[in-house]
């Protein structure tokens, strides 16, 4: 075989060889490159689960919030209406306590208008005393008198 044909096997085996490794070559790059994009897209997929859960967590805690909110003004409602509840109750005590008081001074005020009975009837009754009295007085000094004349009488005769 003459050396020229075994030069020119020899360059085309190694232009093979070469080929052959550059193939190998792309292959490898291409192979990288896969990973890369997929370790990327895996990447941006777990950040994005990330924002996710970070939303849920803000929505959580927004819903937490809004809870202690709806609490607070529960509480405030509440706390409200006992304090109104409590000041209807002291006015209605304050109201009866109030009738009561009418009530005794409408009490005391007949038992000053009896007492003012028991006064006048008292005086009619010493008027009527008097006044009987005086009548006595008036009989006794008749019947003196018809004394007085029976006894002119007697000594006429």
């Known amino acids: ?7 020119s096997r020899e360059r085309m085996e190694k232009e093979r060889e ?4 550059r193939e190998r070559r ?3 790059r291409e192979r990288r490159e896969r990973e890369r994009r997929e370790r990327e897209r895996e990447e941006r997929e777990e950040r994005e689960r990330e924002r996710e859960r970070e939303r849920e ?6 819903r937490e919030r809004e809870r202690e909110r709806e609490r607070e ?4 409602e509440r706390g409200e209406r006992e304090r109104e509840e409590r000041e209807r109750e002291r006015e209605t005590q304050r109201g009866k306590e109030r009738e009561r008081e009418r009530e005794r001074e409408r ?16 005086k009619r009754d010493r008027e009527r005393g008097r006044e009987r009295e005086r ?4 009989e006794r000094e008749r019947e003196r008198e018809s004394e007085r004349e029976r006894k002119r009488e007697i000594e006429r005769e």
């Open 18 to 21: 070469r080929g052959s490794e």
């Open 26 to 28: 792309e292959r490898e």
């Open 73 to 76: 003004r529960e509480e405030r």
């Open 107 to 122: 009490e005391r005020e007949r038992e000053r208008e009896r007492e003012r009975e028991r006064e006048r009837e008292s």
């Open 1 to 7: 075989m003459p050396r020229q044909d075994i030069r």
């Open 57 to 62: 967590r803000e929505r959580e805690r927004e």
């Open 135 to 138: 009548e006595r007085e008036r």
